[in-house]
T-cell receptor, first 116, second 111 residues
Framework: GAVVSQHPSWVICKSGTSVKIECRSL??????MFWYRQFPKQSLMLMAT?????????EQGVEKDKFLINHASLTLSTLTVTSAHPEDSSFYIC????????????FGPGTRLTVL | GEDVEQSLFLSVREGDSSVINCTYT??????LYWYKQEPGAGLQLLTY?????DMKQDQRLTVLLNKKDKHLSLRIADTQTGDSAIYFC???????????FGSGTRLSIRP
């Protein structure tokens, strides 16, 4: 299989606080992990691509200092939303690729962030 | 830049076929995908097709690709209530590069 989990599945925080979201590949080693955000009734927008042990590559318009990505191991990537504001409220989804699956992206279930 | 477009809504009667259409602009697209997203959940890859193929069938799913018109469709035969979801068309121009998603088509099933 190729299972990707995210934790937490939902989080509510106060404006100005930081929130960390974890993305884990449970039964495979992920060569690359991707972070997306999805606004209600809209498509997924790629935020960044990360490879284990190296700095993430951010898409244009995504603030790297606000959305910190750490890809510490082949099975774990974290996204930290720093000094969160209500406009950061969204559904954050990660995906991971593995070598022997033509680099198909396997998606996590998503994390719903609500900033009050 | 790359763009993927699809209609926002589709309503079909249970048992009928559903056809979801998608157009894309990137002529160098190599992989074209259909993903399914159920409420509050992540994305599930339903099927994909390489750009050198015209058609791919997998049980109730049939994907048609018209590369000349950059048009992709997903046909779901004998649509069931469990098929209610949002279906995203997506493309990438290599297996390792980023995937560009359409806005998603919400499929609803009526009795």
């Amino acid at each position: 299989g190729a299972v990707v989990s995210q934790h937490p599945s939902w989080v509510i925080c106060k404006s100005g606080t930081s929130v960390k979201i974890e993305c884990r590949s449970l039964d495979f080693q992920a060569t690359t992990m991707f972070w997306y955000r999805q606004f209600p009734k809209q498509s997924l927008m790629l935020m960044a691509t990360s490879n284990e042990g190296s700095k993430a590559t951010y898409e244009q318009g995504v603030e790297k200092d606000k959305f910190l990505i750490n890809h510490a191991s082949l099975t774990l990537s974290t996204l930290t939303v720093t000094s969160a504001h209500p406009e950061d409220s969204s559904f954050y989804i990660c995906s991971a690729t593995k070598l022997d699956s033509y680099n198909e992206q396997f998606f996590g279930p998503g994390t719903r962030l609500t900033v009050l | 830049g790359e763009d993927v477009e699809q209609s926002l809504f589709l309503s079909v009667r249970e048992g009928d076929s559903s056809v979801i259409n998608c157009t894309y602009t990137d002529s160098s697209s190599t992989y074209l995908y259909w993903y399914k997203q159920e409420p509050g959940a992540g994305l599930q890859l339903l099927t994909y097709i390489f750009s050198n193929m015209d058609m791919k069938q997998d049980q109730r799913l049939t994907v048609l690709l018209n590369k000349k018109d950059k048009h992709l469709s997903l046909r779901i035969a004998d649509t069931q209530t469990g098929d209610s979801a949002i279906y995203f068309c997506a493309e990438s121009n290599s297996s390792a590069s980023k995937i560009i998603f359409g806005s998603g088509t919400r499929l609803s099933i009526r009795p």
